[in-house]
Nanobody, 124 residues
Framework: QVQLVESGGGLVQAGGSLRLSCAAS????????MGWFRQAKGKEREIVSA????????YYSSSVKGRFTVSRDNAKNTVYLQMNSLKPEDTAVYYC?????????????????WGQGTRVTVSS
C-alpha cells in the first residue's frame, strides 16, 4: 500500500485560499487514482474531489465545484487541492486517499489507503 501524508491545512478567513498537498511514498503513485475527502464535526466523511491516474479526468462535488482545483504531479508523487473562495462550511479535516481500481472513485469504500488528515478552519 502507498503511504500518504497531507499538509497545508490551517486557519483562514472566509474568501481566502489554501493549498493542500498529499505526498505519497513508493514508486507506484501513478498507478493510483487519488481522492480528497473531508469530514466536518458530527458529519460523515464526504468526497470533495477525485483525479485519475494521469490527471486527465477529475471530479468535484457540487459544493466545491468552481472553487477548488485538484491536480497531481506524478514525478513528485504528490496530489494537490487548491481551495479558493473558502467558506465557513468548508471547515473540516481533509483527507487524501489512494485507490488501486476505478477511474475517479467517489466513495470512501473504493479507496485503499488514507492519510492522517489535515485540519482546515475557515472563520467568518
Amino acid at each position: 500500500q502507498v503511504q500518504l501524508v497531507e499538509s497545508g491545512g490551517g486557519l483562514v478567513q472566509a474568501g481566502g485560499s489554501l493549498r493542500l498537498s498529499c505526498a505519497a511514498s513508493g514508486r507506484t503513485f501513478s498507478s493510483y487514482a487519488m481522492g480528497w475527502f473531508r469530514q466536518a464535526k458530527g458529519k460523515e466523511r464526504e468526497i470533495v474531489s477525485a483525479i485519475s491516474r494521469s490527471g486527465g479526468l477529475t471530479y468535484y462535488s457540487s459544493s466545491v465545484k468552481g472553487r477548488f482545483t485538484v491536480s497531481r504531479d506524478n514525478a513528485k508523487n504528490t496530489v494537490y487541492l487548491q481551495m479558493n473562495s473558502l467558506k465557513p462550511e468548508d471547515t473540516a479535516v481533509y483527507y487524501c486517499a489512494a485507490a488501486r481500481t476505478g477511474v475517479r472513485p467517489t466513495t470512501p469504500d473504493e479507496y485503499d489507503s488514507w492519510g492522517q488528515g489535515t485540519r482546515v478552519t475557515v472563520s467568518s
